[in-house]
């Protein structure tokens, strides 16, 4: 179980290409080590996958056997350590199943998005601290492409603020947002 309440979460599906239709992206290799590495650094629990696609699903699994099973899981330890808390599913809605079950109580849905969502209540970083320090679950979704389906941000409790750079130009990769809102929620200088 998680050190602290919190589990993430990646949607494939449905997300927006670039010019903002409902899409299935790929499952790509470096968001399940990237994104696995950092969520076991700051303690996350459990990092769920989420793709309605069997031969994306495949993927995930050919992949995680290497690294918890097969050759990668005694070359390099630590990677295996990283890979064990990812957790494929098919939907949002199977995650907060899963989420809400193992914690034995309503989980908190937050999504992440690169840009403000005036239509949603918005929660900020001492806020989900807040409830983390409270021992209360929470579900942090990151979306892949160009962000998260508008019916995905119907479906959550909140939105976190967005991560503003003193740029022009705010398009990061997802492990890179995964990792900066990791350390801002979860980090020791907090």
Known sequence: MSQNG???ALLHH???N??????GSAVTNLDLHDIARVARTYGVGDYYVATPFG????????????????HGARANPARREALAIIRPARNL???VEQVSDRYEQEVLIVATSARRQQQITQIDYPALRERLDEEKPVLLVFGTAHG????????VDAVLEPIQPDSDYNH???RS?????LDRLLGKHR
């Open 6 to 8: 919190l589990s993430i």
């Open 14 to 16: 449905p997300v927006l």
């Open 18 to 23: 670039k010019v903002g239709e409902t899409i």
């Open 55 to 70: 031969d994306q699903h495949e993927l995930i699994e050919e992949i995680t056997d290497h690294w918890l099973h097969g």
């Open 93 to 95: 809605d199977e995650i």
């Open 148 to 155: 998260l389906a508008p019916t995905v941000l119907q479906r």
């Open 172 to 174: 990061l990769s997802v």
């Open 177 to 181: 947002a995964v990792s900066i809102v």
